[in-house]
C-alpha cells in the first residue's frame, strides 16, 4: 500500500517511541503492527531516517544487533516527541476529517 508524504516519517517517530530499534527492526515492526498492510522497503525507510535525523527528531548509535551484527540504532529525541505529538495530532484531524466526507450520506 502506498504512504501519503509524510505518512512514513510519522510511523517512523511513533515505533521509535517504544525505544531504540535498528532500521530493519522498524520495518519489521511496521509491518508486524499494520498486520502486513504496510510494507517498508529500505529504499523508502534509510532516506526517512536520514531525513529525520537531519531534523534533529532522531538520533543514531552504533550498537550490536540481535544477530551480532553491527547496525545503527535510532531513538527518539525530545524534539522527536515533541513532532510526533504534533504529527499524531494532525494526523487525527485529517482521518476524521476524511472520514467525515466518506462517511456523508
Request: hydrophobic share 40%; glycine share 8%.
Amino acid at each position: 500500500m502506498n504512504l501519503l508524504q509524510g505518512t512514513l516519517d510519522l510511523l517512523v517517530l511513533r515505533t521509535l517511541q517504544t525505544g531504540p530499534l535498528h532500521g530493519w527492526a522498524i520495518s519489521e515492526r511496521i509491518q508486524q503492527i499494520s498486520q502486513d498492510v504496510l510494507q517498508v522497503n529500505q529504499g523508502s525507510l534509510y532516506p526517512a531516517l536520514h531525513r529525520l535525523e537531519h531534523q534533529g527528531w532522531i538520533k543514531a548509535e552504533s550498537g550490536i544487533s540481535e544477530l551480532g551484527r553491527r547496525a545503527r540504532f535510532y531513538r527518539l529525541t525530545p524534539s522527536g516527541r515533541r513532532q510526533l505529538e504534533t504529527e499524531t495530532a494532525d494526523w487525527s484531524r485529517l482521518t476524521a476529517a476524511i472520514g467525515r466526507i466518506l462517511n456523508q450520506a
